[in-house]
């Protein structure tokens, strides 16, 4: 049972548009949500985060959105740059426990 | 470099044979975790440590698999009898422990294979 989802595995944008990168989830007990990146050979990088109390963070060209009453969320970067090519992992977590769950990923290519 | 390292970056093994990872967390972050991530997959939760503790394991972690934090320090993570299904990347985090809603910083990994 996939308590977190995204549903495009991959995804295609022409740099210097915006990149839009979903995720949802079931439990409805996630308070809490992060973006992380992860490029070949390397382990997750954290990228944003964003709160249950919230419905917006903002970080740069990173900007994470958030539903709850659609348990969605979104990940938008503008613009897009090549060095943003890589995969993006939705992770969640909740009030009892302190690991995250992760989605299985979409894959970003920005192409120059 | 300060971040999370993780040892060895590859391991290939036979089927088997017993494995150990180590990974060396963030200095001052008290919560350790472990995860496992195959291809296409996100990374699955295995285990975490307060400190010293191991306060939660995954039912993933199978008998075969054991970790430790002695001190409180760094983590090993060990796999006996290894199995082919055992192939996958194994993934250490570390945070600070200090707040609930924390980041959680990742090691490269240590990419297994077992033949």
């Known amino acids: 049972d996939q308590q977190v989802k995204q549903n495009s595995p991959s995804l295609s944008v022409q740099e210097g548009r915006i990149s839009i990168l979903n995720c949802d989830y079931t439990n409805s007990m996630f308070d809490y949500f992060l973006w992380y990146k992860k490029y070949p050979a390397e382990g997750p990088t954290f990228l944003i985060s964003?709160?249950?109390?919230?419905d917006k963070n903002e970080d740069g060209r990173f900007t994470v959105f958030l539903n709850k009453s659609a348990k969605h969320l979104s990940l938008h970067i503008v613009p897009s740059q090549p060095g943003d090519s890589a995969v993006y992992f939705c992770?969640?977590?909740?009030?009892?426990?302190?690991?995250?769950?992760f989605g299985p990923g979409t894959r970003l290519s920005v192409l120059p | 470099d300060t971040g999370v390292s993780q040892n060895p970056r590859h391991k290939i093994t036979k089927r088997g044979q017993n494995v150990t990872f180590r990974c060396d967390p963030i200095?001052?972050?008290?919560?350790l975790y472990w995860y496992r991530q195959t291809l296409g997959q996100g990374p699955e939760f295995l285990t975490y440590f307060q400190n010293e503790a191991q306060l939660e394991k995954s039912r993933l972690l199978s008998d075969r698999f054991s970790a430790e934090r002695p001190k409180g320090s760094f983590s090993t993570l060990e796999i006996q009898r290894t199995e082919q299904g055992d192939s996958a990347m194994y993934l250490c985090?570390?945070?600070?422990?200090?707040?609930?809603?924390?980041?959680?910083?990742f090691g490269p990994g240590t990419r297994l294979l077992v033949l």
């Open positions: 985090a570390s945070s600070r422990g200090t707040v609930r809603q924390e980041t959680q910083y």
């Open positions: 200095s001052e972050h008290n919560r």
């Open positions: 964003i709160s249950s109390i919230k």
């Open positions: 992770a969640a977590s909740n009030n009892y426990g302190q690991n995250f769950v």
